[in-house]
């Protein structure tokens, strides 16, 4: 059984960092596209960062691109999303994802993400 399970959000202030880590068990990931969405209150979820858990190519968002990094630890199937310059409208729950089926256009898809963590709260404070 696939199980995704995020740690490291909290409550910070805008300027600040933080770490999200998202810990993955159950299958080997080769091949899988592992990501980071979040959802802010009443709002959709929206996709933040992807990377090709095999070859390591990375997606960002427009929002976050040079701000936040995706990465990933193969011995440890360990998924980070390193947060630098926060902002107040990066509060939301964020979200970590695994797919199988995320190609090219549709690694921004949140449909085509089979796993999906519990998600952990990031509150930034101006």
């Known amino acids: 059984q696939v199980q995704l399970v995020e740690s490291g959000g909290g409550l910070v202030q805008a300027g600040e960092s933080l770490r999200l880590s998202c810990a993955a068990s159950g299958r080997t990931f080769s091949g899988y596209v592992m990501g980071w969405f979040r959802q802010a209150p009443g709002k959709e979820r929206e996709f933040v960062a992807a990377?090709?858990?095999?070859?390591?190519?990375?997606y960002y968002a427009d929002s976050v691109k040079g701000r936040f990094t995706i990465s990933g630890d193969n011995a440890k199937i360990t998924l980070y999303l390193q947060m630098n310059s926060l902002k107040v409208e990066d509060t939301a729950v964020y979200y970590c994802a695994g797919s199988s089926r995320a190609v090219g256009i549709y690694v921004y898809a949140a449909a085509r993400y089979e796993y999906w963590g519990q998600g952990t709260q990031v509150t930034v404070s101006s």
């Open positions: 990377i090709s858990w095999s070859g390591g190519r990375t």
